[in-house]
Structures are given as structure tokens and as C-alpha cells.
């Protein structure tokens, strides 16, 4: 009786296993540089359930691939795909298909038929339309189209919709499981989401809305929201309703003001509302009691409502390139603040509450600050007479316009390539004096420097021998000098200059400084100066008698 085991391999397993039926379920031959599907996976189209073909060069699907019935999930992310098969309606078990980053235009009709189909990702691809079979995969529970081309709906929703006026919730809302939802980085400017009761996360950054569909308190489960990098004018007010969501980008639009109503979204943790056109903030805001971060910048807010003291649970607060003038003494009950960002604005001072914040991490003032706390002083206020926190960073300094001008108008390009140029060129002091030190001939011989041990033991000798200079020179020293000097000259190519009597007198002289220099440890200048001069000799030429007989030939010259 044979027994049956479940393989797991990669590329095609070996069967080493002769009395046994081989069940082959994973097969995975991604980054295998293959220009086509291998032959080899139809002999397990019984059993086969994953299969993987990630990052390869695959530009069709064969016929036969579709006959592995028993397969869940087929990844082909990373190829050279141009369309789907209609046979991919003969996968009835296909629960995850992957077709991300190739060059698919459109589904075909017939997807319909992969009922069990949960999970579809096929983001940065050119699909120009939805079919209307999608709006039958009810088990359909997250959906990629990031980075794709839709142009229009289904046909029996109508005329076909051009982009500019884009209709999604008459074929969404059937897909009553849908969760998660990518439409980023396309081109919608108008978008119609319906009543997704399951859906928890919804991503419309990067397209070209104008307005967020009122419709979307439908979404009653929904928890992040990311509408980044739009043109929305204004939030509807029945985004209060979304009383699950817990993160809402809205950052690079045109907002000018924020609803009330988005003081109902008790369960908000992260919102940013940066780089809009923002002069104030609603009163509501003060309910967002579990408001984590918080990020405003590069608005034109003047000033921040009193009531953002009761959002004591935010860590991270940024509100960089507004217009603030002062801060409400009510920041001082945002005790958990860690880091708070108000650099490029208009503040004179901080509030004395502002002392409260004892988990301060980093305040940053300026944008070229060094450190992440700077330390702060208490001092009256001139105009109130209330005591406030300052330091040296205040009052802050405003940007001036100009430095963000960046209009294609105000672009001078001959100012630009005059500047480009200097930066180009180093003048030098003396350049227009190069001609004539051309003809000059400069002859610099360099001669090594000897080793801080070196002039250590010189010093040491100097310092003995300066303390015998009465005792007579006795006979044998005077041959070992001269021919030590010879022998020097001939150890080098180039001959070192001999410095006359008068020099070596000063020699002398200068090593009897050195010594003393060194003896009380300051810094021995004036030694190493007199060494160079007297003894510019390699490290390993002049021994430790030779060199006590130069030190001691020089002192003789001096006394004589």
C-alpha cells in the first residue's frame, strides 16, 4: 500500500522516493530568468496549489497552465505580461492572484468565473477599464489598482465614463466583503465609492480629486483614510461619521478650512493636514482624546485654538512653516509630548506652562538648530508684564518670500548661468602674477623631519654635553667627526649644505634652549627649528654617538 507526502519545492523536486506518490503542493521559480513557463509544473496540475513565477520574463501564459485546477494562488508579479487568458476562468479555486508590474490592459470578461477569487493585486499596470465581471466576485475582499490607467467602467453601468467623471459605487458596492481598496496614484477627479460596509482601509492619494464623496459614512468600518497629494477644496461634513477610522491623511491639497464634525472621529490617532492653505483650526479638534501624532505644517495658520490643550495623548506635534505669533498657555496640558516642531514662524516667546512638558525630547525653533533642546529662561514680557520662556531664538524670523519663489516666470536664465559660472571658477590672490613667476626658477630641496623619539634623545644628548663644555676635547674624537660628516655625504645623493661657523655657534646656542624647553615640558619650537637646520639627517643614518659628537663639535665652536 503506497502512502502519500506532501512536498514543498523549488523548481522541480527530485523523486527519490520510488514507493511513494509524490503530492507536490508550492512550486516556486521566482528570479529564474525564465522566458516561459516550465513544462515540468503540468505534471502536478492534480496537486499543485501556490505557484510562483515573481521576476521573471514570462510575456504569455500557456493554455495548460489553467488545467491545474487545485490552485489557490498564482503569482506572476514582475514580468513581461501583456493580457490574461479567458481560460483563467477554469481556475475555480483561485483565491489570491497577483499581477502586479507587467503590462496588462484589461481583465478579461470571463474573470467572473474565479468566484473564490479574495484577493487581487494588480497595481502598476495599464488597465484602462474594469470588466463587468469583477462586480461578481463577491469573496472579492482586497483590491490593488495602484499606479494603473482606468478609463472606464463597465458597459452595463451605462455609458462608458471618461476619467474626469469616474463612477465606482453602482459596481463596488456589490462587493459587499471588499476591506481594502488602492486606487492611488491614478487620475480620477471625481470618485464615487458607494456603501462598502467592510471596507477598514481606503487609499485615493495621488489622483486629481476635487471633492471626497459625501457618501463615504458609508464606510462605517473604515479605518485609514489617505486622500494625500489631491486638489480637495473641502472635507464633507459627514466624514464624522467614520467613527472606527484612526488615521487621515489629507496633506497636499487646497484645503482653506477643516468641518467640526471631524471632532466625532474619537478614535483618530494620526492626522496630518500638512501643505494646504489652513488659517485656523476648529474648536472640535479638542476631542480627539486619542490623537497620537499631529502634523499641520506649511499652512498659514496665525494662531492654534485653546482647546487643543485636552489632546493630552499626542507624542509628536509639527507645526513648521506657519504663522504663529504665540502658543496658547493651554499646550502645557499636552504632558506626553515628546517632540514639537515649530520651527519657521513668528513666535516671541513660549507660554510658562510650557514648562510642564516634562517628556520634551526635541524642540525644534529653527530649521538649522544643532541640538534637539535648547535650554529656556524665564523673563517678563515687555507688553504684558506676564512671565514667559525664551532664549536666544526669539522672536523667531520669518522666511522671506523670495527665497521660495519659484515660478517658471521669475526665472532669469543668463543671472543663472552668470552664477553658475562663478561657482565654477577659483580665483586665486596672485593669478594675475603668473606670467611673470613662470620665468622664475624656483629650486626647493626637502629634507625629512626626525621622529618626536628622535628629538627627544638629540635634546637628551644636547642637555649632557652642554654641562661638560669646560672639559678638554680629547684626541680620539676629533677623527670620528670628520669622518662621520663624509660619510653622510655619501649616503645621499644630494649633499647637504654645510652651515658656516657663525651658524653653528647658533646652533648651539639654540640646542642649550631646546634642552631646557624640553626639561619643563612645553612645547619644544624652537628645538625643532634648530634640529632641521643642524641635523637633517634620515631617522636611521646618524646614531646616538655620532649625533652626541655633532652636538658636541657645535657647543666647541661656540665656546671657542
Same mark, same amino acid.
Given at each position: 500500500?503506497?502512502?502519500?507526502?506532501k512536498?514543498?519545492? /523549488?523548481?522541480?523536486?527530485?523523486r527519490c522516493? /520510488?514507493?511513494?506518490e509524490e503530492?507536490?503542493?508550492?512550486?516556486?521559480y521566482?528570479h529564474?530568468s525564465?522566458?516561459?513557463?516550465?513544462?515540468e509544473?503540468f505534471?502536478?496540475?492534480?496537486?499543485?496549489?501556490?505557484l510562483y513565477l515573481?521576476?521573471?520574463?514570462i510575456e504569455?501564459?500557456?493554455?495548460? *497552465?489553467f488545467?491545474?485546477q487545485?490552485l489557490?494562488k498564482?503569482?506572476?508579479p514582475?514580468n513581461?505580461l501583456?493580457?490574461?487568458?479567458?481560460?483563467?476562468?477554469?481556475l475555480?479555486?483561485?483565491?489570491?492572484?497577483?499581477?502586479?508590474?507587467?503590462?496588462?490592459q484589461?481583465?478579461?470578461?470571463?474573470?467572473k468565473?474565479?468566484?473564490?477569487?479574495?484577493?487581487?493585486?494588480?497595481?502598476?499596470n495599464p488597465i484602462s477599464?474594469?470588466?463587468?465581471?469583477?462586480?461578481?466576485l463577491l469573496? *472579492?475582499?482586497?483590491l490593488?489598482?495602484n499606479?494603473?490607467?482606468?478609463?472606464?467602467?463597465?458597459?452595463?453601468f451605462?455609458k462608458?465614463?471618461?476619467?474626469?467623471?469616474?463612477s465606482l459605487h453602482?459596481?463596488?458596492?456589490?462587493l459587499?466583503?471588499l476591506?481594502r481598496?488602492?486606487?492611488?496614484s491614478?487620475?480620477?477627479?471625481?470618485l464615487?465609492?458607494g456603501?462598502l460596509?467592510?471596507?477598514t482601509?481606503?487609499?485615493?492619494?495621488?489622483?486629481?480629486l476635487?471633492?471626497?464623496?459625501m457618501n463615504?459614512s458609508?464606510c462605517e468600518?473604515?479605518?485609514?483614510l489617505?486622500?494625500?497629494s489631491?486638489?480637495l477644496q473641502q472635507l464633507?461634513?459627514?466624514i464624522g461619521?467614520l467613527?472606527?477610522l484612526?488615521t487621515?491623511k489629507?496633506d497636499?491639497?487646497?484645503?482653506?478650512s477643516?468641518?467640526?464634525?471631524?471632532?466625532?472621529l474619537?478614535?483618530?490617532?494620526?492626522?496630518d493636514?500638512?501643505?494646504?492653505?489652513?488659517?485656523?483650526?476648529?474648536?472640535a479638534i479638542?476631542y480627539?482624546h486619542?490623537?497620537r501624532?499631529?502634523?499641520a505644517?506649511?499652512?498659514?495658520?496665525?494662531?492654534l485654538?485653546?482647546?487643543?490643550?485636552?489632546c493630552?495623548n499626542?507624542?509628536?506635534?509639527?507645526l513648521r512653516s506657519n504663522?504663529l505669533?504665540f502658543l496658547?498657555?493651554?499646550i502645557g496640558?499636552m504632558t506626553?509630548?515628546?517632540v514639537?516642531?515649530?520651527?519657521d514662524?513668528?513666535?516671541?516667546?513660549?507660554?510658562?506652562?510650557?514648562?510642564?512638558?516634562?517628556?520634551?525630547?526635541?524642540?525644534w525653533?529653527?530649521?538649522?538648530?544643532s541640538?534637539?533642546?535648547?535650554p529656556?529662561?524665564?523673563?517678563?514680557? +515687555?507688553?504684558?508684564?506676564?512671565?514667559?520662556?525664551?532664549?536666544?531664538?526669539?522672536p523667531q524670523?520669518?522666511?522671506?518670500?523670495e527665497?521660495?519663489?519659484?515660478?517658471?516666470?521669475s526665472f532669469?536664465?543668463a543671472?543663472? !548661468? !552668470?552664477?553658475?559660472q562663478?561657482?565654477?571658477?577659483?580665483?586665486?590672490e596672485?593669478?594675475?602674477?603668473?606670467?611673470e613667476e613662470?620665468?622664475v626658477e624656483?629650486?626647493l630641496?626637502r629634507?625629512?623631519?626626525?621622529? +618626536?623619539?628622535d628629538?627627544?634623545?638629540?635634546?637628551?644628548?644636547?642637555?649632557?654635553l652642554?654641562?661638560h663644555?669646560?672639559?678638554a676635547?680629547?684626541p680620539?674624537?676629533r677623527p670620528?667627526v670628520?669622518?662621520?660628516?663624509?660619510?653622510?655625504?655619501?649616503?645621499?645623493?644630494?649633499g647637504?649644505p654645510?652651515?658656516?661657523?657663525?651658524?653653528?655657534?647658533?646652533?648651539?646656542?639654540?640646542?642649550?634652549?631646546?634642552?631646557k624647553? *624640553?626639561k619643563?615640558?612645553?612645547?619644544p619650537?624652537?628645538?625643532?627649528?634648530?634640529?632641521?637646520v643642524?641635523?637633517p639627517?634620515?631617522r636611521d643614518?646618524?646614531?646616538?654617538?655620532?649625533?652626541?659628537?655633532?652636538v658636541?663639535?657645535a657647543?666647541l665652536y661656540?665656546?671657542?
Open positions: 500500500m503506497t502512502t502519500k507526502r512536498i514543498i519545492g /523549488r523548481l522541480v523536486p527530485c522516493f /520510488r514507493g511513494e503530492v507536490i503542493s508550492v512550486l516556486d521566482s529564474c525564465l522566458q516561459q513557463v516550465p513544462k509544473i505534471s502536478f496540475e492534480r496537486t499543485l496549489e501556490e515573481d521576476a521573471n520574463q504569455e501564459l500557456p493554455k495548460q *497552465l488545467s491545474c487545485a489557490r498564482l503569482s506572476i514582475d513581461d501583456s493580457s490574461l487568458p479567458t481560460t483563467i476562468a477554469s475555480v479555486n483561485l483565491k489570491e492572484l497577483d499581477i502586479s508590474k507587467n503590462g496588462i484589461e481583465f478579461p470578461e470571463n474573470i468565473g474565479c468566484k473564490c477569487l479574495s484577493i487581487v493585486e494588480a497595481s502598476v477599464k474594469l470588466p463587468d465581471g469583477f462586480t461578481h469573496n *472579492l475582499t482586497q490593488f489598482l499606479d494603473a490607467f482606468l478609463e472606464q467602467l463597465p458597459a452595463n451605462g462608458p465614463l471618461r476619467l474626469f467623471l469616474l453602482r459596481s463596488l458596492q456589490k459587499s466583503q476591506e481598496l488602492d486606487l492611488g491614478n487620475e480620477f477627479a471625481e464615487f465609492i456603501k460596509k467592510h471596507l482601509y481606503l487609499d485615493l492619494s495621488k489622483n486629481r476635487e471633492s471626497l464623496d463615504i458609508g468600518a473604515l479605518e485609514d489617505l486622500l494625500s489631491n486638489m464633507p461634513d459627514s461619521m467613527k472606527k484612526t487621515l489629507v497636499e491639497n487646497q484645503l482653506t477643516l468641518p467640526n464634525t471631524i471632532g466625532s474619537s478614535l483618530l490617532e494620526e492626522f493636514c500638512s501643505s494646504n492653505e489652513l488659517q485656523s483650526l476648529p474648536p479638542g480627539l486619542n490623537l501624532t499631529f502634523a505644517d506649511e499652512n498659514f495658520l496665525l494662531d485654538p485653546r482647546e487643543i490643550g485636552s493630552k499626542v507624542t509628536v506635534m509639527s504663522k505669533e496658547p498657555e493651554e496640558q506626553k509630548l515628546r514639537l516642531n515649530l520651527s514662524n513668528r513666535l516671541k516667546n513660549l507660554p510658562l506652562t510650557f514648562a510642564k512638558l516634562k517628556d520634551l525630547a526635541a524642540l525653533l529653527s530649521d538649522n538648530q541640538k534637539a533642546l535648547i529656556l529662561q524665564s523673563e517678563a514680557n +515687555p507688553e504684558t508684564k506676564q512671565r514667559v520662556l525664551t532664549n536666544y531664538m526669539f524670523q520669518p522666511r522671506h518670500d527665497e521660495y519663489q519659484s515660478d517658471s516666470d532669469n536664465l543671472l543663472w !548661468e !552668470e552664477e553658475r562663478k561657482r565654477m571658477t577659483v580665483a586665486f596672485f593669478e594675475d602674477k603668473k606670467d613662470d620665468s624656483i629650486n630641496k629634507y625629512p623631519t626626525p621622529y +618626536p623619539e628629538m627627544k634623545n638629540m635634546a637628551k644628548s644636547a642637555q649632557t652642554v654641562g663644555a669646560g672639559h676635547l680629547g680620539e674624537i670620528a670628520m669622518p662621520m660628516e663624509h660619510h653622510a655625504k655619501e649616503q645621499y645623493e644630494h647637504w654645510m652651515a658656516p661657523k657663525e651658524a653653528v655657534v647658533d646652533m648651539a646656542a639654540q640646542l642649550e634652549v631646546a634642552a624647553v *624640553l619643563t615640558g612645553r612645547e619650537t624652537s628645538y625643532n627649528l634648530a634640529v632641521r643642524a641635523f639627517c634620515r643614518s646618524v646614531s646616538k654617538g655620532q649625533l652626541s659628537c655633532w658636541f663639535q657647543h661656540r665656546v671657542c
